[in-house]
């Protein structure tokens, strides 16, 4: 019985874990994309309208000079197309990683 539950738990967390995981890597392949077609597009003049106010501001800006509007650290990170490969890859690889590494309990072999 203790068993069954103590299974229940480990199932649980790992789902959630490699949800984590597999929806971060998600969204760093996805601005790589966005940036891949923004580039492509000719859009990637390096300014973009601020979200809050609508003035143009540098895209690695991690503060609008104008208005003050806070993007975070990383906003840098988001738009760079090789910081999304590679921490993409990385993270989907970990992902990966964990997945071979739960399997066993997924299949109830453990
Ligand atoms: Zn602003």
Known sequence: MIEKV???VVISVATCFLLIIFGYSFSLFFSMFINIKRRIR???????????C???ISRSAHLCPNCGHNYGKESGIYNSIIACFILGVFTLGAGIGALIE???DFMGKR
């Not at 000719?42 to 601020?50: A, V």
């Open 42 to 52: 000719g859009e990637n003049s390096k300014l973009r309208p601020c979200a809050s």
């Open 102 to 104: 739960f399997l066993p």
């Open 54 to 56: 609508g003035h143009s």
């Open 6 to 8: 103590e299974y229940i």
